[in-house]
């Protein structure tokens, strides 16, 4: 059998599209792993894992060398090779069967039952596919890390990343509550945040991903720099009731410029029990905006002139 060659992100991804690819089950296959994927920073994975494997090659029966048999040999005329197979249709009971199913032993029933079992096993390895390759059935309760695990992982990711950046690792983690955790850099590091904060999303989906990828939870993790986010929010609050104002004085929609969905809740939030407005969130993502709607309050005057009767006004 040929060997085929895999690749995947893991030695356990190639080697099952390897067992795949030949249809058969681990133990009846030769694996030999050539590449490993290499660890990068932060426990990121680089490269690709590639494996090679063929199906096991089965022992042979031995070959039993059989003399061949002159005519005649026993006896002059040839007859003694006549008696031999005489004797053996006695003893077979006089019935011959040259059936393809009948194995050199002559045990036809015994071989169709052998290829009955093997094509059933081969369906059985088809149709179990909640089991593993080494025959264990798999496990799907999977145990999530606590807040102190997520809480110990974030303070080593943004520790090392801010000695990337090339700051001093100054990182405190507290606990917002019992499901969510806020992971604070020390010092007003501007590269760190980026423009309208983009820099600091992305490392805050960064932290979120590698905690997943160390140990699943549904812990909740926010990211902060030099308390931008509180900064942040106290800006938006000025500056949604603002707009609020200016609505409401000329009658005219607001329309703010795009934001995140965190600061869009800021805003709304903010202006929740702001009266004589509304607020609504208008395009996609990543130019999805809150617009700021006026109410119209109709004015004594014009509720007076709406209940008069037209017969009257003539």
Do not use: C
Not at 209 to 227: F, H, L, Y
Not at 284 to 296: A, G, S
């Amino acid at each position: 059998m040929e060997w085929v060659i895999t690749e995947a992100k893991s030695v356990d991804e190639a080697i099952d599209r390897a067992l795949d690819s030949l249809g058969v089950h681990k133990a009846e296959a030769e694996i030999e792993v050539i590449e490993e994927p290499k660890q990068g920073f932060l426990g990121w994975s680089r490269g690709s894992a590639r494996v090679r494997a063929r199906v096991k090659p089965r022992s042979t029966r031995p070959k039993v060398e059989r003399g061949r048999r002159k005519k005649g040999r026993g006896s002059a005329d040839g007859s003694g090779g006549a008696a031999r197979k005489a004797q053996r249709g006695r003893d077979s009971g006089g019935q011959k069967d040259n059936s393809p199913d009948r194995d050199r032993n002559g045990n036809g029933s015994e071989a169709k039952k052998s290829r009955a079992n093997d094509s059933k096993a081969g369906g059985s390895r088809a149709a179990k596919k909640p089991q593993s390759r080494d025959g264990r059935k798999k496990e799907t309760a999977v145990e999530e890390a606590s807040v102190e695990e997520v809480s110990s992982h974030v303070e080593q990711f943004l520790s090392g990343l801010s000695e990337a950046f090339g700051y001093d690792s100054d990182v405190r983690v507290e606990n917002v509550d019992d499901q969510a955790i806020l992971g604070s850099v020390a010092g007003q590091h501007g590269l760190m945040v980026g423009p309208r904060a983009r820099t600091l999303d992305a490392i805050q989906e960064l932290a979120r991903a590698s905690a997943q990828r160390s140990k699943p939870s549904s812990v909740r993790i926010r990211v902060d720099v030099g308390g931008y986010r509180e900064i942040r929010r106290e800006a938006l609050e000025k500056f949604a009731v603002d707009a609020a104002e200016a609505a409401k004085g000329d009658g005219k929609e607001r329309s703010l410029e795009p934001m995140s969905s965190a600061d869009r809740k800021v805003v709304h939030d903010v202006l929740s029990g702001h009266g004589g407005i509304e607020t609504k969130s208008v395009g996609n993502d990543p130019r999805r905006r809150v617009v700021i709607v006026p109410l119209e309050e109709l004015t004594e005057t014009e509720t007076e002139d709406s209940d008069q009767d037209p017969s009257e006004e003539e």
